[in-house]
Each structure stands twice: as structure tokens, then as C-alpha cells.
């Protein structure tokens, strides 16, 4: 099964505490340390964050403790190579393996890694459909565009298969967070499956829409209608050369407004796209603006030199924490406003056609 970005290792929001019981059996780890992670697919070689460890006696251990949301955790095994991820709920979670092939441990008594064991089959078979387009249209790029054309349809409709088959399995199973994490990941691929996602969010379960990343997903498919034609407001934070400014946009101007961070894969994997934009609209008074959720000086400014952002940057370096967060309750990122002349917000995460879109009718 394809291992999901670092978009879903996130942490969720709080909405009261949930217990949780797991009860494990791995063959020759007696004696050895076994650590639980609230990341996906981190071992104990590994600098994830340590959620507990427990020592194996007679190859059993068992860990319980209190969590907010659903969401992705490893188990592994000290001094070892393998790790098994799982999702957390409530209840006794088993686990039964063997420490020569943890991640093939048996997980019973779950029913989320039971439906992420049944989805996972159709998601992997078409992910794997999927890559053989993506590398055929790569093979043909700047080289013959019938083909290239072809192959990116045959993506496309790829792409509404997953959108059709998430639909369906969440229509029986709307508390499946599997399948929730597969949509969160892959609906902005195309404007018809966005469409399709925005059909298939109602039918998640309250946990899953009121969780987190259930707010957040809902964010990025339903505009933000309470921001929708207001002003974006000025504010006080530093710039490379940590001067305090205070930043004001200028109303004949177009702006783009991008939280990112320099640990945020998915955040400079938008880049090339970004600067493309910009520079083919920057003679229209299209403007760029990014605001960093760091809290690391030096890796910011790093980060902004090897990915060549050449755009203003600012950032107060108190990460989610700081007022240019938690003025839009930005809980992850990558997030994007787009602000008309007049310095009004047209759209809350605008996809990169939508973006093109505006501009070409100003």
C-alpha cells in the first residue's frame, strides 16, 4: 500500500478524549523495546515523535493512554529495521506478529484497519494504474503531444475512478478514516474530482467532518463564504533581515497570499507552479506574498535560498502560534488566499487554474 505524504502525519484537533487499549504478541521481541509513534511509517531508527514505549515480556507488551482524533501510528521495535502502521480508535486494538516482518502484524479488533486493509487493495491497484499514465506522460513530454494528450486523459479518468470508488466505500463506511485520508490527499488532482469530493464530504461521519482535518479538507472544497469579500487586514511581523515591518497591501494590485513552512514537503512541491504564475502575470500586477509558519530562523531563510523564492517574505517565527495563523485558523499548510484589487479576499486555496482564471479576466 502506498505510503500517504507527510500532509496526513499532522496531528488532529481536540474534541474530547478518546481511550484506547492495544495488545500485542510479536514473535522474539522479549526483552526488546517497543515504541509507539502518532506519525505513519516511522521506525525506531527514526526521529519521530515518541508517543510511549513499553518492553516486551514474552514477546507481549501493551500500551493504553487517551487520543483526540483518529488518526495514523507506527509500532516498532527497538534496534530494528521494520514498523507497523496502524490507525488509532477507541477499544482494544491486537496486534500479532513477528519481529522479522512486523509490518505484515496482524491487526484484529479494529475496524478502521480492518476497512483500510479492504480499501487499501482498490486504492493500491489504482494508484499503481495511475503511475503508469503519470510515467508515460512524462515519457512524452515536449516530444509528442498526441500521446501526451492520450496518456493525461487516460490519468484523468483514472483519477474520477478513485473519486467514484471513495464515494461508494464511504456511502457504507462513513466513519472510515482510510478512506477519508485517500480523498484528503488526492481530490484537488483535477477540477472534476474536486467536484466529486464536494459530493462525497456530506457523507463522512460527524467524527471524521467535525475532526481536524475534516475542517480543514472542508475548508479547502467549500469556500470560507465568511471571508469571501473582506478585506485582508495588515500586519506587524519580521523580515529576512528580522526588522520588525508591518505589512499593508497595496489595492492595485492582485496578491497571493502563501503560508508555508521550510519543513513542508507539499509546500515547496507547489513552488514550481507558484513561479510560474508569477511570472507569467506579474506584468498584470500580480504580487506574491509568503508568510512562513517557522520557528527556525536559520532553516526559513535556508530554505528560501535552495528553493530560490524570490518573492517577499515574512515570517514571525512563532510557527501556528502566531497572529498571521491564527487569523484565518490555519491549523496546516499549504494555505493560500487570493486578494483582488481593493484588497479583497476572492477565494480561500485556490487551485492553480482557478488562480490563472481571475487573472486572465482583470
Known amino acids: 500500500m502506498r505510503l500517504l505524504p507527510i500532509l496526513l502525519l499532522l496531528c488532529l484537533n481536540a474534541h474530547g478524549q478518546n481511550n484506547y487499549t492495544i495488545l500485542g504478541h510479536i514473535k522474539n521481541s522479549s ?3 517497543v515504541l ?38 507506527t509500532l516498532s521495535v527497538e534496534n530494528t529495521k521494520g514498523f507497523r502502521p496502524f490507525i488509532i480508535d477507541t477499544g482494544n486494538i491486537h496486534i500479532e506478529g513477528d519481529i522479522e ?4 502484524a496482524i491487526i484484529s479488533n479494529s475496524p478502521q484497519n480492518t476497512w ?5 487493495i482498490v486504492v493500491d491497484s489504482i494508484h499503481k494504474k495511475r503511475a503508469r499514465f503519470q510515467d508515460s506522460m512524462i515519457k512524452y513530454i515536449d516530444k509528442d503531444e498526441t500521446k501526451l494528450a492520450k496518456f493525461s486523459l487516460q490519468r484523468d479518468k483514472v483519477d474520477i475512478e478513485m473519486e467514484e470508488f471513495l464515494y461508494n466505500y464511504i456511502r457504507k463506511h462513513p466513519d472510515c478514516y482510510f478512506a477519508f485520508a485517500v480523498l484528503n490527499e488526492e481530490y484537488n488532482f483535477s477540477p472534476q474530482t474536486k467536484e466529486l469530493a464536494k459530493r462525497t464530504f456530506p457523507k463522512f461521519s460527524d467524527r471524521i467532518k467535525s475532526s481536524r482535518e475534516g475542517k480543514y479538507l472542508k475548508s479547502y472544497l467549500f469556500d470560507d463564504l465568511e471571508n469571501i469579500g473582506k478585506s485582508y487586514p495588515s500586519f506587524t511581523t519580521y523580515d529576512l533581515k528580522k526588522k520588525k515591518v508591518e505589512i499593508s497591501l497595496d489595492s492595485t494590485n492582485v496578491y497571493l497570499i502563501d503560508y508555508w513552512a521550510s519543513w513542508c514537503v507539499p509546500c515547496i512541491k507547489k513552488l514550481p507552479g507558484l513561479k510560474s504564475i508569477y511570472n507569467q502575470y506579474k506584468d498584470k500586477n500580480f504580487r506574491v506574498i509568503s508568510v512562513s509558519l517557522d520557528n527556525d530562523y536559520s532553516k526559513w531563510k535556508k530554505s528560501i535560498q535552495s528553493n530560490d523564492i524570490f518573492w517577499d517574505n515574512y515570517s514571525s517565527l512563532k510557527g501556528f502560534d502566531g497572529d498571521e495563523a491564527k487569523t484565518y485558523n490555519i491549523k496546516e499548510i499549504p494555505f493560500t488566499i487570493l486578494i483582488g484589487r481593493g484588497n479583497k479576499i476572492i477565494k480561500m486555496n485556490p487551485t492553480e487554474d482557478e488562480i490563472k482564471d481571475y487573472l486572465n479576466n482583470q
Open 31 to 33: 526483552g526488546k523495546k
Open 36 to 73: 509507539l509513534t502518532n506519525s505513519w511509517g516511522l521506525n525506531s531508527t527514526a526521529k519521530g515523535i515518541q508517543t510511549d514505549t513499553a518492553v516486551s515480556s514474552n514477546d507481549s507488551f501493551s500500551f493504553s493512554g487517551t487520543f483526540e482524533d483518529m488518526m495514523y501510528y
Open 101 to 104: 516482518n512486523l509490518k505484515k
Open 116 to 120: 483500510m486493509s479492504e480499501a487499501g
